[in-house]
């Protein structure tokens, strides 16, 4: 049956995908189907080459999602870039009808009122449940952008550095053992026997742009809804088994009575402040900068992967994980002066922030490890973008996440549903180096 590729949602990722594809000769423009609400999306979709009967201009919701599987058939990609759809729902649907399903973080139906708190520890639970349920299906990779997404595989490449150029007294008396563990792909006891205190994701925005800040707009280089909840939601940490909480707090400056929600057992620590109001010192390369600490989906997969556990299941070894986020100028400015309510109620513009008015900068994201064996790394990547006026450094970084993903699942086809810790490393990065070169940087000194 000949494979083909249904889009949902155009936007400027979608359209940086879409050029990748047909670039990279991956799919002939008559495989490739688009569903966008656009109209400007069925204009672009046909200049380069696609079908017009190929389009399909709707709004998904809760109520009409059942219309893509009209479209999208066994061994077909469906890849959901749009807002506003549920991926369980999605997943389980594709699951049941041999679909590979790709989306690049945790949404749900945008129709459907929902006051969950915590969803994203909600969510991942029931993915698990469903990645044991769906073994041997078609394959579907959950979560998978820049972050999360490639930020789970350099985890990965930063242990095999660690592994191979640390010159610290324990690796060089364990290099050979420690190599068995990365070579055979167990990588949770690898950080266990280096003792990985933390996992810090780090993601530094420079941008600078010639836009001129209006009071009454909010602006970002990426999906603005999302940056702006994020930014306010209350913050959300991992805790390792190797720090206390109190210490964690007192690193943060944070107060006992402003912890929110504290779980020992699975490591989820929920402040009572927002995302935008509790900053921290990061490292990106060789800059520190300070940062926002944010809640974000893929602390909890990555803090669940790299747990290791006893035979009664208690925690055994886990590490910290943290996600420090410096958005851009023109975007930091425009989420701290706004008042979250009056967003939600409609009374702000929105502006994204895109090639044609970048002036300078870019997005530098990557992962810093510290811990007791080994003197701490960072491992980022460096987007390599187009000046077409389409794509930025952050639309890259998820394009090319995706066009990976898709390979991915063409040379493992039957793996049932993955999370990005899933995946191997050496495969993921041989398909995304041309577009985000790895940087590695020894942090000692630096922090």
């Not at 494979?3 to 008559?30: C, H, Q, W, Y």
């Not at 994020?230 to 720090?243: F, H, P, T, Y």
């Not at 970084?397 to 995706?402: D, F, I, T």
């Amino acid at each position: 049956m000949h494979t083909k590729i249904t889009i949902i949602g155009l936007g400027l990722v979608g359209r940086s995908l879409l050029n990748m594809l047909i670039g990279e000769g991956a799919f002939l423009p008559d495989d490739i189907s688009v569903m966008d609400m656009s109209r400007d999306a069925c204009e672009y979709f046909k200049s380069i080459g696609g079908k017009s009967e190929n389009f399909l201009q709707i709004n998904l919701d809760s109520r009409n999602y059942q219309e893509i599987f009209k479209a999208v058939k066994k061994g077909d990609y469906l890849i959901r870039l749009a807002d506003g759809l549920d991926d369980m729902v999605l997943v389980e649907e594709c699951i049941n009808r041999g679909i590979h399903y790709i989306c690049t973080s945790d949404d749900m139906f945008i129709d459907i009122p929902s006051n969950e708190s915590f969803s994203y520890r909600t969510h991942f639970y029931q993915y698990k449940e469903l990645i044991e349920r769906s073994r041997g299906c078609a394959t579907s990779i959950l979560q998978f952008g820049m972050n999360p997404g490639i930020v789970s595989i350099l985890i990965k490449k930063a242990l095999k550095e660690i592994v191979e150029n640390d010159n610290g007294d324990f690796v060089e008396h364990n290099r050979e053992r420690l190599r068995q563990f990365a070579d055979v792909g167990d990588f949770p006891l690898l950080a266990k026997e280096l003792q990985v205190t933390a996992f810090i994701e780090t993601d530094l925005d420079t941008t600078q742009t010639d836009l001129k800040e209006d009071e009454n707009t909010i602006y970002n280089t990426w999906n603005i809804d999302d940056f702006y909840e994020e930014m306010n939601d209350r913050s959300i940490q991992k805790l390792g088994s190797l720090v206390s909480l109190e210490n964690h707090l007192g690193k943060l400056g944070v107060l006992p009575d402003q912890v929110y929600y504290y779980n020992r057992h699975d490591g989820t620590l929920v402040l009572d402040i927002a995302g935008k109001n509790l900053t921290t010192q990061a490292v990106s390369g060789e800059e520190t900068f300070t940062g926002y600490i944010d809640a974000h989906e893929e602390l909890f997969s990555i803090h669940d992967y790299y747990t290791v556990r006893n035979s009664e299941g208690e925690i055994d070894y886990a590490p910290s994980v943290m996600f420090v986020y410096r958005p851009c100028d023109l975007a930091i400015n425009s989420v701290l002066r706004t008042d979250p309510d009056l967003y939600y109620m409609g009374e702000y513009h929105i502006k994204p922030i895109t090639n044609d008015r970048m002036v300078s900068g870019t997005e530098a994201v990557g992962i810093v490890v510290e811990g007791k064996n080994f003197a701490p790394v960072y491992v980022g990547v460096a987007p390599v973008y187009s000046t077409n006026g389409l794509e930025t450094p952050t639309v890259l970084e998820v394009s090319a996440a995706v066009y990976a993903a898709i390979r991915y699942i063409s040379n493992h086809p039957d793996a049932g549903v993955l999370y990005p810790d899933h995946l191997d490393v050496d495969e993921i990065l041989s398909c995304t180096e041309r577009f985000l070169p790895v940087i590695l940087k020894n942090l000692t000194g630096v922090i």
